[in-house]
């Protein structure tokens, strides 16, 4: 063996950097083990080799509520770099007759903006802000802040507060019946499942609708981090170095070391082999963990096969095209909205709530649906990712992984795919196609290329149907991201609370590997089921 550590953490995104730094602190002797060249996992940026010092970001970019997450006070992330930026009008909705749904970082201009489209929505949004926020903060915040209590448990806790009974009954609705029940307007009800839509729930399936109400009752808001993504992803990398640990970037693993019936170390493609003496964390999905990368006699057969029918979000592969430009894109909308000079993500194409039928339509068949896309320009917001008053912007578009039934198509097809997402960006703001100097696209084949632990480019790293979810995630035996290995821990995003960047399942392990260790550790929060319990009392 060549190096021994306390704990070896598969994967250096984000979820497995916050991980390693919590156990680096505590002062295990850790290493992280990175198949690519940089730490950061899908907080990932590149500079333009046209216009040098212009920054596109490629992957993860709208970061919700950052700032509010117990990681990134605890790790001081801003004293290793990181700052976070949340432009005032958060989201814009522009529709195709020149209107435009808002959503600001103020409540009341938001209800200001619902109010153009319907007087009763706009007081609708205003009861469920009142009203869902406790709920929020006493129930769902703690819920994805801690590991998952089991579903019997959960539901008697909950049963015993008023806050927890509210959450029950709008849970029991489907995404789609919440919006139609609450909501009149065709399109804010396309807006506010879009919304839904961009955390991959399906809309059809009952037991999400507390999703829109938590999204109409948080006060947080999307951010963005300066200097790009890839910032976020160094300042997490940096905190993991000054407590003293150890990332072993472009080391790919190749076999995760069983003896006894415990996980003991790694071997990686280059040919080297990492003790570890406590523990190995994986963030990478099922498949790769338990299928790929132990061998078949050390793990029991029905943990393959659990793992074998892991099943990924049909919804969630992007199709991006970014550009380089003279200017910022000048929608025509703000000859009336003057504010949607400067609006971070902007919505287009989506008018109507029928839409999403046609999206799923489309996705089942594995065609390319009439466009759905947001985006922003980043370089407006924070000119450390200009340079030569050049500006960078992007748009995404969910587009099947599949295409016409192969992933391979996207090869041919992603150029005239861009070039269509550009007339559209076009429609909406004129002029655009003359302030472009530099492009290029990036398909859901792409993001498999990259990042493999996204398998069908499910950027969530599992659906969340077919019992995914909480303690059944990502499926039952291992939802308190322990395995049936001693030794051998889930960090992922394939783990409760799941995909985006929020960095709770790397989070809430640790917070499952500092009990199981017995380490000490003043930011450990009371377990969620503690905290629930309390408002019964």
């Keep these: 063996m060549d190096d021994t550590y306390d704990a070896i953490i598969l994967g250096a995104g ?105 007087a009763r929505d706009a007081r609708t949004l205003r009861r469920w802000f009142d009203e869902f926020g406790p709920v929020v903060e006493r129930i769902l915040i703690p819920e994805a802040t801690s590991p998952p209590i089991p579903p019997d448990k959960r539901r008697a806790l909950l049963e015993r507060s008023p806050e927890g009974r509210r959450l029950l009954e709008v849970s029991a609705l489907s995404p789609l019946e919440f919006v139609h029940r609450e909501f009149e307007s065709p399109v804010i009800q396309a807006g506010l499942l879009f919304f839904n839509g961009l955390r991959e729930v399906d809309l059809r399936i009952r037991g999400f609708g507390h999703h829109i109400a938590f999204l109409l009752a948080n006060p947080s808001k999307a951010q963005m981090s300066a200097g790009g993504s890839a910032a976020l992803g160094r300042a997490l990398a940096a905190a993991v170095t000054a407590a003293g640990g150890r990332i072993a970037a472009g080391a790919e693993a190749t076999r995760i070391l069983v003896e006894g019936g415990r996980a003991v170390g ?38 393959r096969d659990k793992a074998a029918a ?32 400067r609006p971070f993500m902007t919505i287009l194409g989506l008018d109507h709530i029928d839409r999403f039928d046609e999206i799923v339509r489309h996705h089942e068949a594995g065609t390319v649906p009439p466009t759905v896309m947001w985006g922003t320009c980043p370089t407006q917001f924070d000119a450390s990712q200009s340079a030569g008053g050049k500006h960078a912007a992007f748009m995404w578009e969910k587009l099947p992984y599949a295409l016409h039934g192969d992933p391979a198509n ?11 997402m550009l007339d559209l960006w076009e429609d909406y703001a004129p002029g655009l196609r003359d302030s472009v100097v530099g492009s290029f696209t990036r398909s859901p084949l792409d993001i498999v290329r990259d990042f493999p632990n996204m398998a069908e480019a499910d950027l969530l790293v599992g659906a969340f149907t077919d019992g995914q979810i909480g303690y059944r995630r990502p499926f039952e035996g291992a939802g308190d991201y322990r395995t049936c290995i001693e030794g051998l821990y889930l960090c992922g995003s394939s783990s409760h609370p799941g995909g985006n960047i929020t960095g709770l399942p790397g989070y809430n392990a640790a917070q499952t590997i500092f009990r199981d260790l017995g380490l000490a550790g003043d930011w450990l929060p009371a377990p969620a089921a503690v905290r629930i319990a309390e408002l019964a009392a």
């Design 410 to 420: 996207w090869d041919a097809a992603r150029d005239a795919h861009g070039a269509a």
């Design 266 to 303: 790694v071997e990686t493609a280059d040919g080297r082999s990492y003790r570890a003496r406590l523990l190995v964390a994986s963030s990478l999905n099922p498949q790769q963990t338990f299928l790929d990368l132990i061998d078949a006699e050390a793990l029991p057969g029905t943990w």
């Design 310 to 341: 892991f099943r990924y979000n049909l919804l969630a592969p992007l199709f991006a095209l970014n550009l380089t430009l003279e200017a910022p894109p000048a929608y025509a909308a703000a000859a009336r909205y003057p504010e949607l000079a």
């Design 14 to 118: 984000h979820n497995g950097l916050i991980l390693q730094a919590y156990l680096a602190r505590a002062g295990l002797a850790t290493l992280g083990v990175e198949r690519r060249s940089e730490a950061g996992g899908g907080l990932a940026a590149l500079e333009d080799p046209l216009a040098p010092g212009l920054i596109h970001n490629t992957h993860a970019f709208f970061l919700r509520a950052i700032t509010g997450m117990p990681w990134y006070r605890d790790l001081d992330l801003e004293g290793h770099g990181a700052r976070m930026i949340e432009p005032e009008l958060n989201v814009a909705m522009l529709t195709r007759d020149g209107g435009a749904l808002e959503w600001w970082t103020d409540i009341d201009r938001t209800v200001a903006s619902f109010a153009e489209f319907s």
